[in-house]
């Protein structure tokens, strides 16, 4: 199986934490569409004629396309390859809560999109004003409702915890409105204040300051146990599912599945190897027809892909997978992981072994960074 990555790099604003590549010209969506168009039957051959399992819009802000864009991109998808049957694969749009109207939902639903992805980050409108987000609460509310009700149901929302000037009871107050809206996928993760962003800038002048470890530790434990709690599976560290709803698409990247990236800014993996297009929409829709768009590949060692393995598999609930691992390695990579591992599955008991997998146990998924540093080559 194989996945598509479409990259939108087109937003109507830039919201304070984000450091994904956007623009806000949104004069290009013509240039760029024909661009992407372009690249996209020049490259289907990078999937070695593996079957398409997931195609992701992914951005910048993918809903502020129009339907008709939107259709434009999906027929040349289907016009480039065999698809026996759209329904079995899963096409996720991201979409801001503010651009999902009763027609465009409804302009959704007679495209082969049937996931959505929402970015509501909080559903306190002082905090969403303060992180530049152009809907409020009661928007996301009624969006991810609205959706529900013309049938498009498979609804992942996104939320961050860490935003500045929100305490435990706000936080508290989001996660319970999120289960409420019985959505079946709930992505939270951990604000980051990234260079070069507007929110980092307002952190270096003293305006915000980043939340202490215990608030940190307080959130991340309030938001196992209240989703938890709710049914959902928690199946990658930043991500809750209810049974069967995980993202396919996001979970081939953590089994090192490949995948090509379309647009400015977008990533591939082949197995081996990484590309990415230069961070450049000018320069993109630039390239004359028969050329490559602008881009960079970095050529994977073994001890990387090892590294890789580590990194993405052991994010998950299932883990690290001993037998692939023994098999596309080698003993020695295989003898190193499990020498290293030994500590933390004997005395910390923060890392277990079951059915021939390896995994963070809750009590260590607070310190994964540093577990899983000591497990690289």
Same mark, same amino acid.
């Given at each position: 199986?194989?996945?598509?990555?479409?990259?939108?790099?087109?937003?109507?604003?830039?919201?304070?934490?984000?450091?994904?590549?956007?623009?806000?010209?949104?004069?290009?969506?013509?240039?760029?569409?024909?661009?992407?168009?372009?690249?996209?039957?020049?490259?289907?051959?990078?999937?070695?004629?593996?079957?398409?399992?997931?195609?992701?819009?992914?951005?910048?802000?993918?809903?502020?396309?129009?339907?008709?864009?939107?259709?434009?991109?999906?027929?040349?998808?289907?016009?480039?390859?065999?698809?026996?049957?759209?329904?079995?694969?899963?096409?996720? +749009?991201?979409?801001?809560?503010?651009?999902?109207?009763?027609? %465009?939902? =409804? &302009?959704? !639903?007679?495209?082969? *999109?049937?996931?959505?992805?929402?970015?509501?980050?909080?559903?306190?409108?002082?905090?969403?004003?303060?992180?530049?987000?152009?809907?409020?609460?009661?928007?996301?509310?009624?969006?991810?409702?609205?959706?529900?009700?013309?049938?498009?149901?498979?609804?992942?929302?996104?939320?961050?915890?860490?935003?500045?000037?929100?305490?435990?009871?706000?936080?508290?107050?989001?996660?319970?409105?999120?289960?409420?809206?019985?959505?079946?996928?709930?992505?939270?993760?951990?604000?980051?204040?990234?260079?070069?962003?507007?929110?980092?800038?307002?952190?270096?002048?003293?305006?915000?300051?980043?939340?202490?470890?215990?608030?940190?530790?307080?959130?991340?434990?309030?938001?196992?146990?209240?989703?938890?709690?709710?049914?959902?599976?928690?199946?990658?560290?930043?991500?809750?599912? +209810?049974?069967?709803?995980?993202?396919?698409?996001?979970?081939? %990247?953590? =089994? &090192?599945? !490949?995948?090509?990236? *379309?647009?400015?800014?977008?990533?591939?993996?082949?197995?081996?190897?990484?590309?990415?297009?230069?961070?450049?929409?000018?320069?993109?829709?630039?390239?004359?027809?028969?050329?490559?768009?602008?881009?960079?590949?970095?050529?994977?060692?073994?001890?990387?892909?090892?590294?890789?393995?580590?990194?993405?598999?052991?994010?998950?609930?299932?883990?690290?997978?001993?037998?692939?691992?023994?098999?596309?390695?080698?003993?020695?990579?295989?003898?190193?992981?499990?020498?290293?591992?030994?500590?933390?599955?004997?005395?910390?008991?923060?890392?277990?072994?079951?059915?021939?997998?390896?995994?963070?146990?809750?009590?260590?998924?607070?310190?994964?960074?540093?577990?899983?540093?000591?497990?690289?080559?």
């Amino acid at each position: 199986m194989a996945g598509i990555y479409i990259h939108i790099p087109f937003c109507e604003s830039r919201c304070a934490y984000c450091d994904f590549y956007s623009t806000t010209l949104l004069s290009h969506r013509e240039a760029y569409i024909e661009t992407a168009c372009r690249e996209l039957k020049s490259r289907l051959h990078e999937l070695g004629g593996e079957q398409i399992k997931t195609i992701y819009f992914g951005g910048g802000t993918p809903s502020t396309l129009t339907i008709e864009e939107l259709e434009r991109i999906c027929k040349c998808i289907t016009d480039s390859m065999v698809i026996d049957d759209m329904s079995n694969i899963e096409v996720t +749009l991201e979409a801001n809560p503010d651009d999902l109207t009763e027609d %465009y939902v =409804q &302009g959704l !639903r007679t495209l082969p *999109i049937n996931r959505i992805s929402m970015g509501i980050q909080s559903f306190h409108d002082r905090t969403l004003h303060l992180v530049g987000r152009r809907h409020t609460a009661t928007e996301a509310i009624e969006a991810v409702r609205r959706c529900q009700r013309l049938g498009l149901t498979n609804i992942s929302i996104d939320l961050i915890y860490g935003l500045p000037g929100e305490t435990l009871e706000d936080w508290s107050y989001s996660l319970d409105q999120a289960i409420a809206l019985g959505v079946p996928h709930i992505s939270a993760y951990h604000l980051t204040y990234e260079e070069g962003t507007r929110l980092w800038r307002m952190k270096e002048q003293g305006i915000v300051s980043p939340i202490d470890e215990e608030q940190s530790i307080a959130a991340f434990e309030m938001l196992r146990a209240k989703l938890l709690g709710a049914g959902y599976k928690h199946y990658e560290i930043s991500n809750f599912a +209810l049974p069967n709803c995980h993202s396919r698409h996001n979970s081939s %990247y953590w =089994q &090192g599945i !490949r995948y090509i990236g *379309i647009g400015p800014g977008a990533h591939s993996y082949d197995g081996t190897n990484r590309r990415w297009n230069l961070s450049n929409l000018s320069n993109y829709i630039a390239t004359p027809e028969g050329e490559e768009v602008p881009h960079e590949i970095e050529h994977l060692s073994m001890e990387e892909r090892y590294d890789e393995r580590i990194i993405t598999e052991l994010r998950t609930a299932k883990g690290i997978n001993l037998e692939l691992l023994l098999n596309d390695f080698g003993e020695h990579y295989h003898t190193h992981l499990m020498n290293q591992a030994m500590p933390y599955i004997d005395r910390e008991q923060l890392i277990k072994t079951a059915d021939n997998h390896l995994s963070l146990t809750p009590e260590s998924i607070l310190i994964s960074d540093a577990i899983m540093c000591d497990l690289l080559y």
